[in-house]
């Protein structure tokens, strides 16, 4: 069965970082496209950033980047959300998803996501 398991989520203050994690199983991260994605409250989900498995390509949404980075070990199946200089509009419920090829479109799988609060 295919699951993704989100954690690293917590409450910080405005220029502090944190470091989310994605578990997974059922299938080969490598293989797959894989994506973070974050939903602030009251809006809809917004896309963050990805990992294109077939070119090892990355992309990152303008909000943030330069201040998160995204990395995956093959060997364990994990995905990794390091952001950094964190701002308040960063607050959001952060997912990590699965894409049914190797292109970021096309999700079919998500994490539960952890909650990302930024507060002075």
């Known amino acids: 069965e295919v699951q993704l398991v989100d954690s690293g989520g917590g409450l910080v203050q405005p220029g502090g970082s944190l470091r989310l994690s994605c578990a997974t199983s059922g299938f080969t991260v490598s293989t797959y496209a894989m994506s973070w994605v974050r939903q602030a409250p009251g809006k809809g989900p917004e896309w963050v950033s990805h990992?294109?498995?077939?070119?090892?390509?990355?992309g990152y949404a303008v909000s943030v980047k330069g201040r998160f980075s995204m990395s995956r070990d093959n060997a364990k199946n994990t995905l990794y959300l390091q952001m950094t200089h964190l701002k308040p509009e960063d607050t959001a419920v952060y997912y990590c998803?699965?894409?049914?090829?190797?292109?970021?479109?096309?999700?079919?799988?998500w994490g539960q996501g952890t909650q990302v609060t930024v507060s002075s």
């Open positions: 990992f294109n498995s077939v070119d090892g390509s990355t």
């Open positions: 998803a699965k894409a049914i090829g190797g292109h970021h479109h096309d999700l079919d799988y």
